[in-house]
T-cell receptor, first 114, second 111 residues
Framework: KQEVTQIPAALSVPEGENLVLNCSFT??????LQWFRQDPGKGLTSLLL?????REQTSGRLNASLDKSSGRSTLYIAASQPGDSATYLC?????????????FGTGTRLKVLA | SQTIHQWPATLVQPVGSPLSLECTVE??????LYWYRQAAGRGLQLLFY??????ISSEVPQNLSASRPQDRQFILSSKKLLLSDSGFYLC??????????FGSGTQLSVL
């Protein structure tokens, strides 16, 4: 059974710092991995999608990497800003035939201090 | 462009009352549709997903049910709500190989 873990559960950093969020999954048979951002009381916003054949994806100050063999993904945020404060979640889609579901980690709650 | 509508945003219901949450997607055809629940301080729990009209897969046995009467409409229902049904309900859609997109969510409080 696929399990997704995100450590740490919470993180507080000063503005301007570069930071890395971690996502681990137990089964390397995945179709893709996606990173999301969630603001309090809101839905999830997709940030980056990495297909199983890719090693990384970049969007602005965000860079996500994927190492399937070790069951890890990282989300790198450069020059963090107070507006980056949110909960960040990762989700994997198993590559099991006929499986269309996404399995989520419990998230990392990020606070960027001005 | 594609959009997803989910309503209502907030709902307060007494124990034992029925529930109907609706989600519609615009701008795409034959999407995969999902219902997730997020309890306070916990991760997202997949409740149901659908790959086509009338095709519903249930992930968690409970007093909730889902239906997909039209290609881009997904409904979450209950005949009698329990206190444990309280939570933040999120509808989502995707097409194979692409991103998963979420609605704005419904905060359900069962009292």
């Amino acid at each position: 059974k696929q399990e997704v873990t995100q450590i740490p559960a919470a993180l507080s950093v000063p503005e301007g710092e570069n930071l890395v969020l971690n996502c681990s999954f137990t089964d390397s048979a995945i179709y893709n991995l996606q990173w999301f951002r969630q603001d309090p009381g809101k839905g999830l916003t997709s940030l980056l999608l990495i297909q199983s054949s890719q090693r990384e994806q970049t969007s602005g100050r965000l860079n996500a990497s994927l190492d399937k063999s070790s069951g890890r993904s990282t989300l790198y945020i450069a020059a963090s800003q107070p507006g980056d404060s949110a909960t960040y979640l990762c989700a994997v889609r198993p590559s099991t035939s006929g499986t269309y579901k996404y399995i989520f980690g419990t998230g990392t709650r990020l606070k960027v201090l001005a | 462009s594609q959009t997803i509508h989910q309503w209502p945003a907030t709902l307060v219901q007494p124990v034992g009352s029925p529930l109907s949450l609706e989600c519609t997607v615009e701008g795409t055809s034959n999407p995969n549709l999902y219902w997730y629940r997020q309890a306070a301080g916990r991760g997202l729990q997949l409740l149901f997903y659908s790959v086509g009209i009338g095709q519903i897969s249930s992930e968690v046995p409970q007093n909730l049910s889902a239906s997909r009467p039209q290609d881009r409409q997904f409904i979450l229902s209950s005949k009698k709500l329990l206190l444990s049904d309280s939570g933040f309900y999120l509808c989502a859609w995707s097409v194979p190989g692409e991103k998963l997109f979420f609605g704005s969510g419904t905060q359900l409080s069962v009292l």
